[in-house]
């Protein structure tokens, strides 16, 4: 893949998971091709792979857009994703490579380092590549596409509700932190069990931290009367 190519690969995955781009936003093929010295064929390329993904949705004669969030998505996305992470942390332990766990070990320092400094960035992106690589891990190539996609959402949901000036927030990044130390711990264990009781305590945190962003606590009337003001 060329180098442009490659960039405008990683940017718009960027930019889809921290919500740069928002969900149902249409891409202008023209304008990223001027931008990244593309002709149509390799944009268009791009745009094939990150459909194949799950972050984009190309319609017929109507162009490329960001897959969407809504409520149904949503749902969807609680529904299943305790299952599916779960699934994925079984498999994983029982088909890791050495270079994998390697891999995983590298992107949890970096996500230490996002977690001390409060970079929003990086925590999307290092939670996503730490979750990504369990998938790889597992192996499975039923499993690994729906992985894929709940990630997405996982990360554009994550993004959206992170607040730096928040202490509770910060306790729950630490709390993450050690949750993916102890995933790596039970990895090189080969522990099953002890995977898969980290999926659902993680997944707990995780849901706790995205229900606050959805249904927030409702402003108090003093609150209200400032707005604005």
Known sequence: MSTGKVALYEDLKRLILTMELDPDEVLDESGLGNQYGLSRTPVREVFQRLAGEGYLEIIEKRGVRVIPMNHATLRNFFLVAPMIYAATGRLAVQNYRPAQLKALKDTQKRFRKAVQSQDPLALVLENNRFHEIMGEMAANPYLQPSLGRLLIDHSRIGHTFFRPQDEDMAQRLRLSAD????????????????????????????????????????????DRMNIGG
């Open 179 to 222: 949750h993916h130390d102890a995933f790596i711990r039970a990895l090189e264990a080969r522990n099953e069990d002890a995977v898969v009781d980290l999926v659902f305590e993680h997944w707990e945190l995780s849901r706790e931290n995205m229900e606050m962003f959805i249904a927030p606590r409702g402003l108090h009337v003093d």
